[in-house]
């Protein structure tokens, strides 16, 4: 009797194991049965929100349930990110949230509730945007050639703004420095709308700004765009020249990203996965995301991961290299 134990251990596991996958593959079948929450750890009206709400009701007709935006504002994005986080893993609450709350916010505040590795089911890569770099209108600066040389012989001279200390603009000039060998006075604001009639009236020398709330102001010739900071011309604004033109290998985007909390099911994650990047060929989808200065992207749960750690791993550098805090 006693050598037969293991024998019928073994059977139990893998009998618990077939059920486990059998119980998973059916609830697939079954999902969704009721209406999704698509939690959003910014205030509406915002750039995230605006994504959301495109993304939200394409999913809903590929789904054949309603996708319910709740946004969960506070805190740069944690108070919305814990609750996506702490919510069940069974697909009726997920999280849509960008490099802020995911690459950036965890380097730079170590305090963070959650892990963004741990607590998180990568679903799809959205979408991604890029910053553009502006000068006043007047500026004899007519290029990323001129702001280089021009920075190198005058080392602190120019003063560039940003939405704040540790956002993504902020860090993508710091990048910039970095990788130039040149030096700029930051000069924080609490937004862009704050930043942006200096700039215009020449009290800053530059700015490295969401394009998508900078090309109005381009295309009314308030300010003078010198490049964008996507690896390519960006669908938006194909006639600006990408940074990595000039600077090689230069590269900094927002992305945006659905994510699932810790230990979603592999058959929702891949329901979920399938009906994403078939809201993102949607035409009316694409017309909307490029009207906001959005690239699509898309891909499988992998690819978002491996673009998430490689994000990090870049921002953690420049964080490090420029001794960046929040203090």
């Known amino acids: 009797m006693k050598s037969s134990r293991p024998l019928f251990k073994a059977c139990l ?17 079954s999902y969704p049965n009721k ?3 698509l939690i959003v750890p910014f205030p509406a009206g915002g750039a995230t929100d605006i994504v959301s709400r495109v993304i939200a009701q394409q999913l809903g007709t590929e789904l054949g349930q309603s996708v319910v935006v709740d946004n969960r504002a506070g805190a740069a994005g944690v108070i919305g990110s814990e609750a996506g986080a702490r919510a069940a893993p069974d697909g009726y609450t997920l999280l849509l949230t960008t490099s802020s709350t995911h690459s950036i916010g965890p380097l730079l505040n170590p305090k963070i509730p959650y892990s963004p590795t741990r607590d998180f089911t ?10 553009v770099v502006i000068v006043p209108p007047n500026s004899p600066i007519k290029s990323i050639p001129d702001l280089i040389a021009y920075a190198k012989a005058n080392p602190g001279k120019l003063n560039f703004g940003s939405a704040g200390t540790g ?7 710091e990048r910039f420095l970095a990788m130039t060998g040149t030096r700029m006075t930051h000069v924080p604001y609490k937004g862009t709308a ?23 102001h381009i295309r009314d010739g308030k300010v003078r765009a010198l490049a964008v900071t996507s690896a390519g011309k960006s669908s938006v604004a194909p006639e600006i020249p990408p940074l990595s033109q000039f600077v090689p290998g ?17 058959p929702i994650v891949d329901k979920m996965n399938a009906a994403l990047n078939s809201a993102l060929k949607n035409p009316a989808v694409l ?3 490029a009207k906001l200065g959005f690239d699509p992207v898309g891909g499988s749960p992998e690819d978002f991961r491996k673009k998430m750690a490689s994000e990090s791993a870049i ?3 420049v964080i490090e290299d420029g001794n960046i805090t929040l203090e």
Do not use: N
């Not at 596991?13 to 609830?27: N, P």
């Not at 990568?122 to 910053?131: D, G, H, N, R, T």
């Not at 230069?250 to 592999?266: D, I, M, N």
């Open 250 to 266: 230069y590269e900094s985007q927002t992305w945006f990203g659905v994510f699932g909390p810790a230990g979603l099911p592999q």
């Open 194 to 216: 704050l930043a942006m009639p200096d700039l215009m009236a020449g009290r800053l020398d530059l700015m490295f700004d969401s394009i998508s709330t900078a090309l109005p």
């Open 35 to 37: 209406s999704i929450k």
């Open 167 to 173: 956002g993504i603009p902020h860090l993508s000039t």
């Open 315 to 317: 921002w953690k550098k």
């Open 287 to 289: 017309q909307q995301l």
């Open 122 to 131: 990568p679903i799809v890569y959205l979408a991604e945007s890029p910053q």
């Open 13 to 29: 596991a893998v009998a618990s194991s077939a059920m486990v996958l059998f119980t998973a593959a059916a609830f697939a079948q």
